[in-house]
């Protein structure tokens, strides 16, 4: 009897053992680009749960309780940052109870933290919309940014899981080199010179990298919609700058855009906002293949 006890609880220590020797990093990302960075970086040694959809609108994103169930059960939560998420990330952060990802942890992983923001807005108010005073939030169309959080990425992950740092610190160089590569492609593109309108400001970390303009939004004050004035506002620049094309997304409203591109007879494309919001846009890699692809091609 004692022989099959001690071989029934050598069996259970092998087990334990195991599972915790091969339990993967469980990783909640806010937004679909951050949660395949994260997947590219820990590959099979991380589970990533995405909270933000791939077709929706990051701005307006309520704090479900399926949302802070994920939460709860994350070693690391990985975020947007410069206020993105402000509306519905601390709920969720404080609701958790997950000691792990409150602030000042090493579980609360912002990746904005490794970037330079531009249009910085400090004397902001609710009356000029949704601005984002710490600066515009959409700088993972930034090659130059993206590599930097995703080296952030692996330090935090060999923090997190040092039995599996040099497996992390690998994965980033093979990252690292095909990023290389891509800006070569990219930049043979030569978008230098061209001129957009968008709807959002999504594009200013883009234009600067890239060297083109964005000469205005449709949306003049981001997340309102635009008035009769600002429509019209925009079409005189339109007509004065002549731009290449008007920049949209899959969340931009369909009326406004519509009547600017028949007054102005400029067209409009459909670019993607983030990884998986387009067939084909399955990675990083393949989001801003794609995204140099549209602008190059007017």
């Not at 039995?163 to 160089?173: I, T, V, W």
Request: net charge positive; charged share 20%.
């Amino acid at each position: 009897m004692k022989t099959i006890m001690k071989l029934i609880f050598c069996i259970l220590s092998i087990l334990t053992f195991s599972g915790k020797l091969f339990a993967q990093v469980n990783v909640v990302a806010t937004l679909p680009w951050i949660g395949n960075l994260a997947k590219l970086i820990g590959k099979e040694k991380v589970s990533v749960t995405t909270l933000v959809k791939t077709n929706q609108d990051p701005h307006y994103v309520e704090a479900k309780p399926s949302l802070i169930v994920a939460a709860r059960k994350a070693d690391i939560i990985m975020y947007n940052g410069l206020d993105l998420e402000i509306g519905y990330l601390p709920v969720i952060i404080e609701s958790s109870k997950n000691p792990a990802i409150q602030p000042g942890k090493p579980g609360n992983f912002d990746c904005s933290q490794f970037i330079t923001p531009i249009e910085k807005t400090p004397s902001a108010d609710r009356s000029m919309g949704d601005i984002h005073p710490l600066g515009n939030p959409h700088y993972h169309f930034s090659p130059s940014n993206i590599i930097k959080v995703a080296r952030g990425m692996a330090e935090i992950l060999a923090k997190i899981d040092p039995s599996n740092e040099a497996y992390y610190r690998k994965n980033f160089r093979e990252f690292q080199s095909k990023w290389q590569g891509k800006i070569t492609q990219w930049k043979s593109k030569n978008l230098a010179g061209k001129k957009f309108v968008a709807y959002h400001w999504l594009f200013s970390y883009l234009a600067d990298e890239f060297d083109f303009q964005i000469v205005g939004c449709i949306e003049a004050k981001p997340g309102i919609p635009p008035s009769s004035g600002e429509i019209k506002n925009i079409i005189d620049t339109i007509n004065r700058t002549k731009p290449n094309a008007i920049l949209v997304n899959v969340y931009s409203p369909k009326k406004p855009v519509e009547f600017v591109t028949k007054k102005t007879n400029i067209k409009s494309i459909l670019v993607p906002h983030d990884v998986g919001s387009l067939p084909g846009t399955d990675d990083w890699f393949l989001f801003m293949d794609r995204v140099i692809q549209l602008l190059s091609e007017v």
